[in-house]
């Protein structure tokens, strides 16, 4: 084994894994300082803060196989003692070119041709643009007219977003010669020559690379998911797929869900319970069948994983019965709650980061926007009334305060979920998702 050190490597990291992904997966052993996605490699460099908290990570998934989406990863410690700004270059071919090959990160929005030449032309002529889909996720070939335009460039946008808290870019240099563009249009283009016709429908503007247009053209959702209303962020969030079991196809709103508990539950609880998969736009509970509720998501899309998602959970001693309504949609009046306008709603802000956190009620919940001086002891007293507490751990990310708890079972965790999140501690309103981690 090599010899310990604050820089864990981490193997077999594929596209559909994201940054977060890892920090998860790291952050209850203590302090991330830095992370460096290898994408070329399918590999990462992430460090933290001291030896003690890396070599407690590697003893514990000695033991524990470390899985994200169903995909085993691997860890050991790297031969880095720290990390660098140079440790970015790693794997990737970094002979100063005219050619940018430049990855998008975190696509909440379409990255066109046009949009990509508003980012980079600032910094010398762009000859020629060519966008694409591979394994790393969206990419494109910027074709500099000289080679010290493409060194700046890349040394100036490095890291940066394109959008406020999206679309990061990526940036190495590529080994090509020269770009061929057959087509201008949104996914390619020739600067050096306007008169280049439009790409018939369905053919590649680069041979080799993947098409891209149809997912990410214009405002258009991906190809055969037309009632998509959020179609990048969807296709940021599952790498250009969906999750399985996920048809994409439901054009249905609305959510019948059965067998509730009616002495427990009410409209607030719903909506912290359906929220997690779209935003919502009213509840209904129904006076003539009192375990009964309507609950109007965002679009169709929502609604599916809110179906395929909750579909037999267990809250407050009953297991639930979810199925599209009938009624496309909830007739607002004396008896409906709206929720439209709530700023509780997840997906108005970081939609692709919600989809991509969507799942089955789990034993683990996540709880973040918490007080800065918040204890363990004050966590676990909001909480223990909800059920056995297994496990819990409160740390630091990005400078705020984070906590994960483990109950003993899934229903308890719901329970928890459904009662306290939106709740105030301590002056702060306290946000609460399920993890995906086995194990704290």
Avoid: W
Avoid at 411 to 433: D, M
């Amino acid at each position: 084994m090599a010899e310990p050190s604050k820089v864990i490597h981490v193997r077999n990291v594929g596209h559909e894994i994201s940054e977060n992904d890892l920090l998860q997966l790291f952050q209850p052993f203590g302090v991330i300082t830095k992370l460096v996605m290898l994408r070329a490699k399918n590999q990462a460099l992430l460090q933290m803060q001291d030896i003690p908290s890396a070599v407690n990570a590697l003893q514990f998934y000695a033991n524990v196989q470390p899985s994200i989406r169903g995909r085993n990863v691997y860890v050991q410690f790297s031969s880095h003692q720290e990390l660098t700004t140079m440790d970015q270059n790693q794997a990737r071919e970094d002979e100063p070119n005219r050619i940018l090959l430049v990855t998008v990160h975190h696509m909440l929005y379409p990255i066109t041709a046009d949009v990509l030449h508003q980012v980079f032309s600032p910094h010398g002529f762009v000859e020629k643009i060519v966008t694409f889909q591979k394994s790393a996720g969206f990419q494109a070939l910027i074709q500099y007219q000289s080679r010290q335009s493409a060194v700046t460039a890349r040394s100036t946008l490095q890291g940066r977003n394109i959008y406020d808290g999206c679309c990061q870019l990526d940036i190495q240099f590529s080994n090509l010669d020269e770009l061929q563009v057959n087509y201008n249009n949104d996914r390619s283009r020739d600067f050096t020559n306007p008169n280049l016709p439009t790409e018939q429908k369905g053919r590649s503007s680069q041979p080799g690379y993947g098409d891209a247009g149809s997912m990410y053209s214009g405002a258009r959702g991906p190809a055969g998911f037309p009632q998509m209303a959020n179609a990048a962020a969807i296709a940021a969030a599952f790498g250009g797929g969906l999750p399985p079991g996920i048809t994409g196809t439901n054009e249905r709103c609305t959510v019948l869900v059965a067998n509730l508990n009616p002495d427990r539950i009410d409209e607030d609880k719903l909506f912290n319970l359906f929220s997690i998969y779209g935003n919502i736009v009213r509840i209904k509970l129904l006076r003539n069948k009192p375990d009964h509720a309507l609950i109007q998501m965002g679009d169709g899309f929502q609604a599916e994983l809110a179906v395929h998602f909750l579909k037999g959970a267990m809250l407050f001693g009953k297991r639930l019965e979810v199925n599209y309504s009938k009624h496309a949609n909830i007739t607002q009046g004396a008896d409906t709650h709206e929720y439209v306008n709530s700023n509780l709603n997840r997906f108005n802000r970081n939609a692709a980061k919600n989809y991509r956190y969507c799942c089955s009620p789990t034993k683990m919940i996540h709880l973040s926007t918490l007080p800065q001086d918040v204890t363990e002891e004050e966590i676990v007293s909001l909480l223990e009334e909800h059920g056995t507490i297994v496990n819990s751990k409160v740390f630091e990310m990005n400078g705020k305060k984070q906590a994960l708890v483990q109950f003993e079972t899934e229903e308890q965790a719901t329970e928890a979920l459904v009662c306290k999140h939106a709740s105030s501690l301590s002056g702060s309103v306290v946000r609460i998702s399920f993890s995906q981690l086995q194990n704290i």
